[in-house]
């Protein structure tokens, strides 16, 4: 970003919001928003908003993206695996905190997009892929930190199956009505509190 005083205040307001783990601040601090938006709003891309996308998704505030991310506490050595990619700019904030992130992508055009976007930024340990979320994508697995992007009644078994014995699994548990942010570890789950995504659709989108 070539603006120092509204990254500073990106992160003060991020901080204001409740993201105080240092090492997301900082993942997000070395991670530009404004090239994982679309061009045409990304003098909107350091403001605490979401931001829609081709085929009706959304790229989620950056303040949702830094409680999420600390949530799931990716560690230096893990494998994370990333149920709905947008933009990829979750991704790329995860790429920051593991070793490698796999992340799946209904939407062909999105996936080839954000895998733009990660060569840009010479991510080589960040790898996307058209598939259908809920499958998971087993051959690359088993995963130490599996994320999903998307609303969902509980956690599909696939996923389940493809989590390491002691690695976390983080979702929205919920419906259009309410939802809330649930961790998975050895078969507990904590509630984290309420939050709002769209459903997590099954199938590949009509582009794929």
Known sequence: MSDPARLMRFILELRQAGVTDARVLGAMERTPRADYAPAHLSDLAYDDIALPLAHGQSMTRPALVGRVVAALDAQEGDHVLEIGAGSGYQAAVLAQLAHKVTTLERWR????????????????????HVADGREGWAEDGPYDRI???????????????????????????????????????????????????????EGLGADA
Do not use: C, H
Request: charged share 20%; no cysteine; net charge positive.
């Open 109 to 128: 055009a999105l996936a080839a997009e954000a895998r733009q976007r990660f060569g840009q930024a010479r991510l080589m340990r960040v790898y996307a």
């Open 147 to 201: 994320v999903i992007n998307g609303a969902v009644a509980a956690p599909p078994p696939a996923l389940l199956a493809q989590l390491k014995p002691g690695g976390v699994l983080l979702a929205p548990i919920g419906d259009a009505e309410g939802q809330m942010l649930t961790r998975w570890r050895d078969g507990a789950a904590e509630a984290l509190g309420a939050v709002k995504y769209a459903p997590l659709d």
